[in-house]
């Protein structure tokens, strides 16, 4: 199974979106399942259930962050990188999907109670949400394994 299928049968075994996504990645950067479970917790649904940034993108800025982020305050470069590089996945996801925001991407106003029903009867978790969850997770692999941070994602 690739770590993308891996996360999607995470995804629909019941655990959001963005859980699924920095799940698949945490050991490797040295978060234990348990904790990566718990920080992606509240990112599900695009920021808490409010229907903004998908969760499975926010748990890329995660990742990203964890491959690229600073820990001194004062490294500028590395900052700038992080955010370069968070910049070029969420241009190579908008070119695929139109949008990175849930609300947008399920075409349901996910800060409602009448726009999650609509999602859930319409089945848009089950069908379009894992498709999310596997292309955040292959840009991801491009961007950490082939370190193509400088080129289109999609090639």
């Given amino acids: 199974m690739t770590r993308s299928e891996e996360a999607g049968a995470y995804f629909l ?3 959001s979106c963005s859980q699924a996504v ?26 808490g259930g409010m229907g903004k940034t998908c969760g499975a993108v926010t748990a890329a800025f995660m990742v990203i962050g964890l491959k690229h982020g600073r820990v001194d305050a004062g490294d500028a470069s590395k900052k700038e990188e992080t955010r370069r590089v968070v ?15 849930c609300s947008e991407l399920l075409e349901c106003d996910m ?4 726009g999650k029903k609509q999602a859930k009867d319409n089945g848009l978790f ?3 949400c894992p498709k999310y969850v596997n292309t ?9 394994y082939l370190g193509i941070e400088g080129t ?3 090639s």
């Fill in 13 to 15: 075994s019941g655990f």
């Fill in 22 to 47: 920095l799940y698949v990645f945490a050991e490797e950067f040295g978060l234990s399942k348990e904790t990566a479970l718990k920080l992606a917790e509240s990112f599900g649904g695009g920021m």
């Fill in 87 to 101: 910049k070029m996945f969420c241009e190579e996801f908008t070119k695929i999907y139109g949008s990175i925001n």
């Fill in 111 to 114: 800060d409602t109670a009448s």
């Fill in 126 to 128: 089950v069908m379009l």
């Fill in 136 to 144: 955040a997770v292959s840009l991801l692999e491009k961007i950490i």
């Fill in 152 to 154: 289109d994602l999609k």
